[in-house]
């Protein structure tokens, strides 16, 4: 079965029943999908499977996976990590291959090069996870008959990383570094309503990615690192931190883990310790008064930039850290 331009039409030429036939058309996209009529006629029940498997992993991943699964389902973050991990490690190593010639071995090699480069384990565990979820889905569709990733071993997870959390002297030394409303972010905590805007960008808008990530970049870690914080720069340090306090104040697991969002188990796994710097002061300090004696120590309330007019900065008791 072919298709053979002549002049300005297009003809169809295929056999059938022992005689040759052919079909004349003026456009290539009519003379195309006769073709695709026909040989689907030819091969009647296997001619979905036999079509669909030839398509390409990334010609798949356009027209199948990317809007019938990835666009409806994940949330925009989720679709920016599947972007950046399909653009980056699967599209040019595995795009142009045909589904039904992906294989274990192929998977296999796959790993093994991103051993070669030096690949993040992280990294390398999102790209073969993505890969199995891509498969699953052309598994379910019909145009392959297994998924030859699932049978491939993963990287092992590297161990979580536990929390270590800043003492309250330390985050009075960051907040001293900071301008009044990014001090107020440092120290603020609780669950407002979706809807509101707690601390706008300085245009009044909603945080966006780039937004969070310069002001991680260019406002709080510069702070932490004056302050003397080494190691993990994640503002994220600062919420292990205080629920450490509150822990150290002797509050049960079950309101702290609520607070704090985790499970129980997660909570006692991971926050149970208190912070090393506190280990001289009496069990029971209520998490306020500990801040406010390390404010008070360090005279932070002074060193914070804003005029005098501007009311000092709360304690997280008294700015709905509560629910």
């Known amino acids: 079965m072919s298709i053979q331009k002549r002049g300005s039409r297009y003809v169809v030429r295929w056999r059938e029943g022992g005689g040759q036939l052919q079909r004349t058309f003026l456009k290539h996209r009519d ?8 040989r689907r006629q030819q091969l009647g029940a296997l001619a979905p499977g036999v079509i669909q498997s030839r398509m390409t992993l990334a010609e798949f991943v356009r027209e199948e996976w990317w809007p019938r699964y990835a666009i409806p389902n994940p949330k925009p973050s989720t679709q920016r990590r599947y972007l950046e991990v399909w653009g980056t490690h699967l599209l040019p190593a ?13 998977v296999a090699d796959l790993r093994a090069q991103f051993d070669a480069e030096h690949v993040r384990i992280q990294t390398q565990r999102k790209a073969l996870m993505l890969l199995q979820g891509i498969l699953r889905r052309a598994v379910v569709r019909g145009p392959i008959p297994s998924n030859p990733v699932s049978v491939v071993s993963k990287p092992r997870q590297p161990p979580t990383r536990r929390p270590e959390p800043l003492a309250p002297e330390t985050v009075e030394r960051i907040r001293g570094q900071l ?4 001090a107020t972010m440092i120290s603020y905590s ?5 809807s509101a805007l707690i601390f706008p960008t300085h245009d009044g808008d909603a945080w966006k990615l780039h937004d969070w990530q310069n002001w991680r970049r260019r406002v709080y870690q ?3 690192k004056k302050a003397g914080v080494t190691g993990d720069l994640r503002v994220y340090r600062l919420r292990g931190s205080f629920v450490s306090l509150l822990l150290w104040e002797g509050r049960s697991l079950t309101p702290v883990a609520d607070q704090a969002g985790h499970s129980v188990a997660t909570l006692a796994k991971h926050y149970a310790g208190v912070l090393e710097e506190l280990e001289d002061d009496k069990p029971g300090t209520p998490a306020a008064d500990a801040i406010r004696s390390a404010r008070t120590t360090l005279s932070s309330a002074q060193s914070v930039r804003t005029s005098q007019t501007e009311p000092a900065t ?10």
């Open 31 to 38: 003379a195309a999908f006769e073709t695709d009529t026909k």
């Open 94 to 106: 595995l795009g142009d291959l045909e589904l039904r010639a992906i294989t274990p071995m192929l």
């Open 179 to 182: 301008s009044h409303r990014d």
């Open 190 to 194: 609780g669950r407002p309503p979706p």
């Open 222 to 224: 510069p702070a932490a």
């Open 314 to 323: 709360p304690l997280p008791d008294e700015v709905g850290l509560r629910k």
